[in-house]
């Protein structure tokens, strides 16, 4: 399936871009290009093959949480700015 001048010129329209002659041509040919190997890929056998097959045996390797005593709260706030329900208070920067 290839893609038309008139769909990228769609395409282009709905995403407010503008192209001159030469780059529609090519976006013309390099999305033709795109959807061709897609076409190509969706025509695969793909019976038994796991969805996320790896070429290595990778897996994640976790380590234990151990729980360890942290600092005090207060000493913390103790070098913030501000400090507002035991919370480091900050300058609001969303209009």
Do not use: W
Not at 11 to 16: C, D, N, R, V
Not at 18 to 23: I, L
Not at 81 to 94: L, N, T
Request: hydrophobic residues 35%; aromatic residues 6%.
């Amino acid at each position: 399936m290839s893609v038309s001048r008139e769909e990228v010129q769609k395409i282009a329209e709905l995403s407010k871009l503008q192209f001159s002659e030469n780059e529609l041509e090519k976006f013309t040919k390099d999305l033709s290009n795109i959807v061709d190997f897609a076409d190509k890929l969706a025509k695969l056998d793909v019976e038994g093959v796991k969805p996320t097959a790896h070429i290595l045996d990778i897996q994640n390797v976790f380590k234990e949480d151990n729980v360890k005593p942290s600092y005090k709260r207060e000493e913390i706030l103790k070098n913030a700015p501000s400090a507002q329900g035991g919370c480091i208070s900050v300058p609001k920067v969303v209009e």
